[in-house]
């Protein structure tokens, strides 16, 4: 196995684990987008600042999947470079 390969490899294997936290962050942003908004659809007392705060982490897990993406295509495309 070459060297440029073995970096290319880590550089994938971290592309994915950014696609993942990111889907998770994404998640967990999306749950509390919902949970903040339905007290005001259902005339409820509105949640503390904080919950609205933590719908916050939905663009930041998009930003962190998209980052794995982009390192994933990099790695693979030094990856075929490699190989021609």
């Known amino acids: 196995m070459s060297s440029a390969s073995s970096v290319g490899n880590q550089s994938a294997d971290r592309g994915e684990t950014y696609v993942k936290a ?3 962050v994404f998640g967990l ?4 987008t919902l949970v903040t ?3 005001l659809f259902l005339h409820l ?6 919950a609205y ?3 916050m982490l939905m663009p930041l897990g ?5 980052t794995g993406l ?4 990099r790695a693979q495309r030094r990856r075929v470079r490699a190989d021609a």
Do not use: D, N, Y
């Not at 942003?29 to 509390?32: F, P, Q, R």
């Not at 998009?62 to 998209?66: C, E, P, S, T």
């Not at 982009?70 to 295509?73: H, K, N, Q, R, Y």
């Open 22 to 24: 990111g889907t998770i």
């Open 29 to 32: 942003g999306a749950l509390a």
């Open 37 to 39: 908004f339905v007290p």
């Open 45 to 50: 007392t509105p949640l503390p600042s904080a």
């Open 53 to 55: 705060w933590l719908s």
């Open 62 to 66: 998009f930003l962190l999947a998209l």
């Open 70 to 73: 982009l390192l994933s295509a």
